[in-house]
C-alpha cells in the first residue's frame, strides 16, 4: 500500500518558519490531500487540505499563514509562516485515494516562545 513519509519539522521560535514535506512512495496524481496535526492532550485537527483539482482549504487558526501545496504526484508541502506557540503538535500528511485514507508516521513540530 502507499507509504507516506513526513519530514521538515523542528524547533523554531515564534515567528519563524518551516516547510513540511509529505513524500509518497508511489503516484497519488489524482488524490486528495491533507495536513493534520494534534497537540498533547488535543484531538487531532484538519490543518489544510487540498484537492484533486487544486482547491485548498484551512484551518481558521492558520488561514493566512500556512500555504499548501502539490509540487508533482509524489510530493505536497505545508509552508507554514509567523509561527506560534499554539502551532506546537505532531504534523500528519494524509492521503486519500478512492475511499482508503492513507497516513504518515508524524513530524514534530516545536514552536518556542
Known amino acids: 500500500q502507499v507509504q507516506l513519509v513526513e519530514s521538515g519539522g523542528g524547533l523554531v521560535q515564534v515567528g519563524g518558519s518551516l516547510r513540511l514535506s509529505c513524500a509518497a512512495s508511489e503516484n497519488i496524481f489524482g488524490s486528495y490531500v491533507a495536513w493534520f496535526r494534534q497537540a498533547p492532550g488535543k484531538q487531532r485537527e484538519l490543518v489544510a487540505s487540498?484537492?484533486?483539482?487544486?482547491?485548498t482549504n484551512y484551518a481558521n487558526s492558520v488561514k493566512g499563514r500556512f500555504t499548501i501545496s502539490r509540487d508533482n504526484a509524489k510530493n505536497t508541502y505545508l509552508q507554514m509562516n509567523s509561527l506560534k506557540p499554539d502551532d506546537t503538535a505532531v504534523y500528519y500528511c494524509?492521503?486519500?485515494?478512492?475511499?482508503?485514507?492513507?497516513w504518515g508516521q508524524g513530524t514534530q513540530v516545536t514552536v518556542s516562545s
Open positions: 487540498i484537492s484533486t483539482g487544486g482547491s
Open positions: 494524509n492521503v486519500i485515494i478512492r475511499v482508503t485514507a492513507y
